[in-house]
Antibody, heavy 120, light 106 residues
Framework: DVQLVESGGGLVQPGASLRLTCAASGFTSIDHYMDWFRQAPGKGLEWLGRSRNKGERYSTEYAASVNGRVTISRGEYRNSLYLLMNNVKSEDTAVYFC???????????WGQGTLVTVSS | IQLTQSPSFLSASVGDTVTVTCRASQAVNNYLGWYQKKPGRAPELLIYAASTLQSGVPSRFSGSGFGTEFTLTISSLQPGDSATYYCQHLKGYPITFGQGTRLEIK
């Protein structure tokens, strides 16, 4: 089965760092553009950033709202995608999703999401 | 590029046909997708490239449009269609979503 599974969420203190993992199975994630998204409670979907494929050297793009605090990277031998966020704030409380770009300007495979709660 | 969906809320009955509109602040060619989002679940891709039905999605779902105006049409509404629907563009960065349209099945 083709699937993505996020992990690493939980309770995080303001100002701390968090690292989320997106484990892919059933396909080779390094061949695809992969992205991170989030949905804050009661809010809509928000794009955070992307990692292009291996052929494009995993180059990245980030949303302005998190640029400078977020780094997206790959675990090539673990078929995984990572999100590192520094200096987390209460407004970073959300369910975080990873997704695979289908090559046609949309995202066809999504993880189930991992909840991050920023609170002291 | 901002995407504006209308309406924000829709209430319809089983068997009805409904249409959701997504307007882009700049032309996005056909680089637009539609998603269904239910609470506690991952978004599900319904339509990509504005009008192409994602594999496994019922043909009751259809999309159209190009440039700045797009529509998602759901025919023969079923109870399981109750969800929030989002449009999303991928013409450059940042990738953005519409604010969502919540569909209630009476």
């Amino acid at each position: 089965d083709v699937q993505l599974v996020e992990s690493g969420g939980g309770l995080v203190q303001p100002g701390a760092s968090l690292r989320l993992t997106c484990a892919a199975s059933g396909f080779t994630s390094i061949d695809h553009y992969m992205d991170w998204f989030r949905q804050a409670p009661g809010k809509g979907l928000e794009w955070l950033g992307r990692s292009r494929n291996k052929g494009e050297r995993y180059s990245t793009e980030y949303a302005a709202s998190v640029n400078g605090r977020v780094t997206i990277s790959r675990g090539e031998y673990r078929n995984s995608l990572y999100l590192l966020m520094n200096n987390v704030k209460s407004e970073d409380t959300a369910v975080y999703f990873c997704a695979k770009d289908n090559g046609h300007w949309a995202f066809d495979i999504w993880g189930q999401g991992t909840l991050v709660t920023v609170s002291s | 590029i901002q995407l504006t969906q209308s309406p924000s809320f829709l209430s319809a009955s089983v068997g009805d046909t409904v249409t959701v509109t997504c307007r882009a602040s700049q032309a996005v060619n056909n680089y637009l997708g539609w998603y269904q989002k239910k609470p506690g679940r991952a978004p599900e891709l319904l339509i990509y490239a504005a009008s192409t039905l994602q594999s496994g999605v019922p043909s009751r779902f259809s999309g159209s449009g190009f440039g700045t105006e797009f529509t998602l049409t759901i025919s023969s509404l079923q109870p399981g269609d109750s969800a929030t629907y989002y449009c999303q563009h991928l013409k450059g960065y940042p990738i953005t979503f519409g604010q969502g349209t919540r569909l209630e099945i009476k």
